[in-house]
């Protein structure tokens, strides 16, 4: 089975940190995604990389970037925590071409204080 | 572009009963289509998928969804709800390019009720 495994998945920040999510996947996939989850909002694509050192904008990458060094591994980074951030972060991984499932990990609950 | 509508952002249910999750898309070349199910504090797992050939799609713990080019709609259905089907319920959609991403809709929470 595929696995997603992202470093934590609790996690506590003051506001004006660097703050880095870690994502890192086993099945040799091109792409990878970090979406945003708020209640009502449902998923929102924040960045995404198709292959190694290369990214994608999404929806809402503002406050935010990503670092793809290797293949199995994208993170995420915010450059300086601020309280609307606090969020529920799912990394994903999939194959290349679209007819092709992501699958996610368990999700990051961060919260900025 | 792609776009996905959930209608319903709640949905209760009875034990037993029919569930209905609905999903309309809008695509302008030929989409592909997932639902996922999410229980609480863990990822998205996917429960099905359309990609060509078949309209009629089952997927795990008794879920099926219809595809259905004339209505754009992909709803999600499953004859007799079960407690363990609370959660919550996301359509997506993607198209055949590479380095493409999913684009979700904004989920519906299906409450079952004994």
Request: hydrophobic fraction near 35%; charge should be neutral.
């Amino acid at each position: 089975d595929v696995k997603v495994t992202q470093s934590s998945r609790y996690l506590v920040k003051r506001t004006g940190e660097k703050v880095f999510l870690e994502c890192v996947q086993d099945m040799d996939h091109e792409n990878m995604f970090w979406y945003r989850q708020d209640p009502g909002l449902g998923l929102r694509l924040i960045y995404f990389s198709y292959d190694v050192k290369m990214k994608e904008k999404g929806d809402i990458p503002e406050g935010y970037s990503v670092s793809r060094e290797k293949k199995e591994r994208f993170s995420l980074i915010l450059e300086s925590a601020s309280t609307n951030q606090t969020s529920m972060y799912l990394c994903a991984s999939s194959p290349p071409f679209g007819n092709q499932p992501q699958h996610f990990g368990d999700g990051t609950r961060l919260s900025i204080l | 572009a792609q776009s996905v509508t959930q209608l319903g952002s709640h949905v209760s249910v009875s034990e037993g009963a029919l569930v209905l999750l609905r999903c309309n898309y809008s695509s302008s070349v030929p989409p592909y289509l997932f639902w996922y199910v999410q229980y609480p504090n863990q990822g998205l797992q996917l429960l099905l998928k359309y990609t060509t050939g078949a309209t009629l799609v089952k997927g795990i713990n008794g879920f099926e969804a219809e595809f259905k080019k004339s209505e754009t709609s992909f709803h999600l259905t499953k004859p007799s709800a079960h407690m363990s089907d609370a959660a919550e319920y996301f359509c997506a959609v993607s198209i055949n390019q590479a380095g493409t991403a999913l684009i979700f809709g904004k989920g519906t929470t299906l409450s079952v009720s004994s």
